[in-house]
C-alpha cells in the first residue's frame, strides 16, 4: 500500500487550506492510499539554532516532534502540504519545519549539497490565498507560498507532482468545484 504524508501547516483546521487538504486525503484514501496526517500547529517544534549537525548526522539534534515528521517524510510515498499564503510566503511554523528538516532533505559532500531523499517520492503543493486571482499571482503573493514550499521539497531530490492556488479563498472554507476536480486528478 502506498503511504501518503499529508501537512496541514495553517492554524485554522476549518480553513480553505485544510479544506483543500481534506479533499486529497480523500482522493487518496479513495484511491487506496494509507494517509497519515499532521496538523504543524499541533507539533511541538523548537526553531532551529543553525548549528548544522544534522547535514552531517541526517538527524536534528533537539529532541521534539521533528524526529515523527522526519521518520514519516522518510517512509512516504507522497507528501501534500497545504499551507495558507502570508505575506507572500509560508506560515512561521512552515518555514521552521522546513528549517528543522535540512538535514533529513540533504547532506554534503565537499561543501555540495546532496538530496536524501528519493526521486520516486512525489509532493503535492496547496496554498490558499485571501488576495483575489489575478492579482495573487500578479503580486507574487500565492506564487511566493509555492515557491517557498517548491524549494524545500525540490532540494531534497523529491518529484514535483503538482501545485495549486486557491486564490480569493478568505473567508471560503467550501472549495469551488474546479479546485475540487483539480485535486482529485492527482489520485487518478
Not at 112 to 137: D, G, M, V
Request: charged share 20%; hydrophobic share 40%; proline share 5%.
Amino acid at each position: 500500500m502506498k503511504k501518503m504524508l499529508a501537512i496541514l501547516g495553517s492554524p485554522h483546521d476549518r480553513g480553505s487550506s485544510a479544506a483543500m487538504l481534506d479533499c486529497a486525503v480523500r482522493a487518496a484514501k479513495a484511491s487506496g492510499w494509507e494517509v497519515t496526517v499532521v496538523h504543524l500547529y499541533e507539533k511541538k517544534l523548537a526553531f532551529c539554532t543553525g548549528c548544522r549537525t544534522c547535514i552531517s548526522t541526517g538527524q536534528c539534534v533537539i529532541k521534539d516532534d521533528i524526529q515523527e515528521i522526519s521518520a514519516l517524510l522518510k517512509g512516504c510515498d507522497r507528501v501534500v502540504l497545504a499551507a495558507p499564503t502570508y505575506w507572500a510566503g509560508v506560515p512561521a511554523p512552515v518555514k521552521n519545519m522546513f528549517d528543522r528538516l535540512l538535514g533529513t532533505a540533504m547532506g554534503e559532500a565537499r561543501a555540495i549539497p546532496r538530496p536524501r531523499l528519493s526521486r520516486s517520492q512525489e509532493y503535492l503543493l496547496l496554498t490558499a490565498c485571501n488576495t483575489p486571482f489575478p492579482f495573487s499571482w500578479i503580486c507574487g503573493q500565492s506564487r511566493g507560498a509555492l515557491r517557498a514550499m517548491d524549494e524545500f521539497f525540490r532540494t531534497s531530490g523529491m518529484k514535483r507532482l503538482g501545485r495549486m492556488a486557491f486564490a480569493g479563498a478568505g473567508g471560503r472554507p467550501q472549495l469551488p468545484a474546479g479546485i475540487t476536480r483539480k485535486i482529485g486528478r492527482f489520485w487518478k
